[in-house]
Nanobody, 125 residues
Framework: QVQLVESGGGLVQAGGSLRLSCAASGRTFSDYAMGWFRQAPGKEREFVAAISWSGGITVYTDSVKGRFTISRDNAKNTVYLQMNSLRPEDTAVYSC??????????????????WGQGTQVTVSS
């Protein structure tokens, strides 16, 4: 398994930006596709974005397309989520996850075997 630690969450006003980071250790980072998920209070965890091992393929849920950008730096064992034009409905705990499975681009949580603890993002109106 790979160990994951997120950072970069916080409180921001609507329309603002945040960049989340997820540092990986323990296994070869470039062996894994990486994803970001979020869970708002009282709601199920939902897929946000994912990126292939090389960074050449990225996928996003519709509600964040054009606002969020996922990227990775394999030399630094880190994946990022740049979040722009934030909305109150983006408020959630954001977690990164690693997948060694095929089909990861579907964003199904069961395809991601390693998870970080999460970082809180709060967007005020």
């Amino acid at each position: 398994q790979v160990q994951l630690v997120e950072s970069g969450g916080g409180l921001v006003q609507a329309g603002g930006s945040l960049r989340l980071s997820c540092a990986a250790s323990g296994r070869t980072f470039s062996d894994y596709a990486m994803g970001w998920f979020r869970q708002a209070p009282g709601k199920e965890r939902e897929f946000v974005a994912a990126i292939s091992w090389s960074g050449g393929i990225t996928v996003y849920t519709d509600s964040v397309k054009g606002r969020f950008t996922i990227s990775r730096d394999n030399a630094k064992n880190t994946v990022y989520l740049q979040m722009n034009s934030l909305r109150p409905e983006d408020t959630a705990v954001y977690s990164c996850a690693a997948s060694g499975a095929t089909g990861w681009e579907r964003g199904s949580t069961y395809l991601f075997g390693s998870w970080g603890q999460g970082t809180q993002v709060t967007v005020s109106s």
